[in-house]
């Protein structure tokens, strides 16, 4: 089985799919660890619960994003990682980790990219005033979201459609499409 380390800044919500998607076989990785960037990220809750390793590696910790990055790295070889999966990480991979791990990195995105890349996608989008929207999920390059789309989902926007609800509509098919892709990438 890959050894797949998740990178994440937040709540973990699609950390939280992938795993039950192994524990209901259904996605066949070994999650070796979290990598977390912010302290008191409820993944990091997550993480322990599941009994995965986990680092808090605050870059505000570190000199530069080379050092930063090479803490990282040093996690990733002693567990042998053969691959990454972003969930939710808010900051750009530089080529510290991308030389080491090259199309082996991808990223899960709310919009249908090249749509509103970046931040707030999903405000980005309903400012924008579009009927529809979606997932993405891409390989990582040293771009912002600009790196080749493996699997998109379309989500529809309603009339009145909230920030919140269109959220909680995203994340239903993140949940589902994330481990789905990760099967077919990792296990086909
Ligand atoms: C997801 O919407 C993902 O598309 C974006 O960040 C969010 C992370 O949510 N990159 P969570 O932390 O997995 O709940």
Do not use: W
């Amino acid at each position: 089985m890959k050894k797949v380390a998740i990178f994440a800044s937040g709540n973990g919500s699609n950390f939280q799919a992938i795993t039950d998607a192994v524990h209901n076989q259904k996605l066949h990785i070994h999650i070796s660890c979290v990598i977390c960037d912010r302290p008191g990220a409820f993944v990091l809750e997550r993480a322990k619960k599941e009994n995965i390793p986990v680092f808090l590696i605050n870059p505000k910790s570190y000199p530069s994003k080379i050092a930063y990055e090479s803490a990282i790295l040093e996690k990733l070889q002693a567990f042998q990682i053969d691959f990454i999966a972003l969930a939710g990480y808010m900051r750009l991979i530089g080529p510290t980790i991308l030389n080491s791990y090259e199309r082996k990195i991808v990223n899960i995105h709310p919009s249908l990219l090249p749509a509103f890349p970046g931040l707030d996608a999903i405000g980005q989008s309903l400012k924008a005033g579009v009927k529809e929207t979606g997932v993405t999920i891409h390989y990582v390059d040293e771009g912002m979201d600009t790196g080749q789309v493996i699997a998109q989902q379309t989500v529809e926007i309603a009339e009145g459609e909230t920030k919140e609800s269109l959220q909680k509509k995203i994340q239903v098919i993140e949940h589902q499409l994330y481990p789905e892709t990760l099967e077919k990438l990792l296990n086909s």
